[in-house]
């Protein structure tokens, strides 16, 4: 990035909207998030930042009950030896950002869709931001269910919220359309890979791209 464009990028300025497509069985959108984290960290005290999380399905048609990991990762790649070498990559790319992703702990592929209900639910609260990475951490790190109720109702608590209210919800069908209505636009618009990021609604910057790529695009977003 030029001396001009980083000189602009740390300036105060309006607020700063980002969009985030993305879906929590995604690694490289807990890459992507940490990633933007350390973009904003170098704006220093620039923008009002406002995050927005968006949801998108990479296994739409997966069973609500979910399904074996190990079933799943056998149709993906078809055998383990292609997956290990992508995995491997993942985890390299993690440590190199603070998150030790832990795979093999990992016994069930979910179904995401309540993971979006609940992050649709507590942004209408305010910010999602620590639900999201209490999510992420969950499934990546501790090999969490998060396609169960308890579950999501537990990282609900631990990210400040009321569980017994998160429970409700996630016994309702509250959001679920709102949800699915998110994730056929993300589709239609073009959208095919995430995470995917929206800067001021005008620049848009698709992957887990190094932080210098995404201050880059906030420069261009705000200019």
């Not at 399904?67 to 149709?75: F, K, L, Q, V």
Request: charged share 25%; with cysteine; glycine share 8%.
């Amino acid at each position: 990035m030029s001396t001009a464009a980083a000189a602009d990028a740390t300036a105060p300025a309006s607020p700063l909207f980002i969009d985030v497509v993305s879906d929590v069985v995604c690694p490289w959108c807990y890459i992507g998030k940490r990633k933007l984290e350390l973009a904003l960290a170098r704006l220093g005290h620039g923008p009002a930042v406002t995050v927005r999380w968006h949801p998108f399905e990479l296994n739409p048609d997966m069973p609500a009950q979910g399904m074996p990991r190990a079933s799943y990762i056998e149709a993906k790649f078809g055998d383990a030896t292609r997956s290990d070498a992508i995995y491997a990559r993942v985890r390299a790319v993690g440590a190199e950002i603070g998150i030790a992703f832990a795979f093999e702990r990992i016994r069930l592929q979910p179904n995401t869709l309540d993971a979006h209900r609940l992050i649709a639910w507590a942004q209408q609260r305010g910010d999602a931001q620590a639900l999201v990475e209490r999510v992420f951490r969950a499934y990546f790190i501790d090999g969490s269910s998060i396609g169960e109720t308890d579950e999501l109702a537990t990282l609900a608590a631990d990210a400040g919220l009321p569980s017994d209210e998160a429970r409700a919800m996630l016994a309702s069908d509250a959001y679920r359309g709102e949800v699915e209505a998110e994730v056929r636009e993300a589709r239609d618009s073009g959208i095919s890979g995430v995470p995917f990021f929206i800067f001021n609604g005008r620049t848009a910057v698709s992957g887990a791209h190094d932080p210098d790529t995404l201050l880059e695009a906030i420069t261009a977003a705000r200019s």
